[in-house]
């Protein structure tokens, strides 16, 4: 298992790596549609942003703490009662589309800042006992990839549209 500064230093790394990505797209072509469809590379990360907002909720709850409820109307249910995940993206991407690029980029950042912070203060016990928090099976929250959501299930497409250029 994994200790605490080395999951910060995952963290750490993964911040890296974004700049870099923010490097290689260019600002330039940030509100370019493609890199999901229609989507913008500043629609994805609002995206992104969003769901991070998420997981960092429930994280300064504590494993005992209530999350606050989904932003989202409640016609689309809890997390866990959502059937129409396309829907609740829109939804997101309504909410988001019209923010300023700086504004967008700005939010991502913290959340790198902020994850860090939580688990450079969270208890040692909560971070440490497998099970402990919700959806994270029978692992520890220090054996968490907060960023799996990029890497699976969004870079592929947007590698692809960055090297179709």
Known sequence: ???????????????????????????????EPG?????????????LHFWDGRTLARLAAGPDGSAPPPPWPDSFGDEDEIEDWDAVNAWIYEQ????????????????YERFAELIATMPEEDLMTPGRFEGMGERALVEAD??????????????????AR
């Open 35 to 47: 890199p999901m469809g229609d989507w913008t590379f500043k629609d994805l990360a609002a995206h």
């Open 96 to 111: 988001h589309q019209e923010r300023p690029l700086g504004d967008v980029l700005a939010d991502a950042e913290r959340t």
């Open 146 to 163: 907060f960023f799996g959501h990029l890497h699976e299930e969004h870079e592929p497409s947007l590698r692809e549209w960055l090297q």
């Open 1 to 31: 298992m994994r200790t605490r500064d080395e999951l910060i230093q995952q963290i750490h790394t993964e911040r890296e790596a974004w700049h870099a990505l923010l490097e290689e797209v260019g600002e330039d072509r940030m509100e």
